[in-house]
């Protein structure tokens, strides 16, 4: 059996080496340390924003996010249903209430038009939530301006989810400078990875500090261990930063590569009947971090899980598009609002939604190994 071709592989530079030594050198292994300070320099200056506080994952960079907005038991919070759940689980964490607002279909992200409808009837009951957890599927920018507007005109902070869109650009800024707070995530299966880890990012340097303090166990000055405020092990180790730097430094190459590989799928592919891939809005630039389209079975003559099953029977990982959160059972009975009263956009795409392997390091021969079992399936059922 062939190696198996992941859906987005980890993919290394070849620097991190250098500063992972670097930190053993100066024995800066625990904690924080110079790796953990010039990682956080450079997201920094990549997105032109004030500052950034590096952690253990995207998920706990929302968590802080939330804590520093304030949000505690029972107020709501807005939330993008297609995603995948870390967008989400802080909000249960804080104790608080996710509303779920439906995609529109231009990127796949969340709906101003549903956004307005929610917010004018929450405000209408007094129930205005606290801040808008923005995401940006799969690399593509939401339609931030439009989303910003509206969270503006009801005083709602704005969070921006950027786990998957590291890179990308609206209008000519990168992705995740548009909110109160953007966050970012080096999972293993990110554009860049540390192996494990996040960033907040922010223009509020007060609020990145009180992050750090929050994340560090809420310590207070004093020599002995007091604590006034509930705080976490959050904050990223100076090791991983090593690898953090040295990822950042090829970010722009490994956004060009993934492209590249959304491109080749595109030329091969969507001429075929019923397939229709994830558009990128005008005036925004996507990283591609999975390529993503839907394949409609009644054009088509398959589904996309039967692509799925037939890449898996040949070692290739690929995937439907994440389950919308207002249909999983974890958020039972949580208000959703979708792009039009009597129609769900997500739903759609979670039917016929497909992610194909998109990693910057896949082989072209790999890639055309996938191309033609898609090609050969579609031909044998038509
Ligand atoms: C990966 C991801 C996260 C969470 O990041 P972790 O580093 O895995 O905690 C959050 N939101 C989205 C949309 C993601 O894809």
Redesign the pocket.
Known sequence: MENKLYLSAPHMSGNEQKYIQEAFDLNWIAPLGNNVNEFEKIIADYNSVAGASVVT????A?HLALRLLGVEENDSIICSSL??V??ANPILYQGAKPIFIDSEPDTWNMCPEALRRALKRLNETNELPKAAII?NLYGQPAKMEELIDICTDYEVSVIE?A??SLGSEYKGQKSGTFGDFGIF???GN?IITTS???ALISNNKEALDKSRFLATQARDNALHYQHSELGYNYRMSNIVAGIGRAQLEILDLRVQQRRNVYKRYYEELSNLPGFYFMPELEGTKSNRWLTALTVDPNEAGVTSLDIIEALGEENIEARPVWKPLHLQPLFEGVPYYPHQENYSVSDKLFKYGLCLPSGSNMEAEDQERVISIIKELVKERN
């Open positions: 994952s995207g998920t706990s929302i995603t995948f870390a967008s995401v989810d786990a998957e995530s080096f999972n990110k494990g880890g996040g």
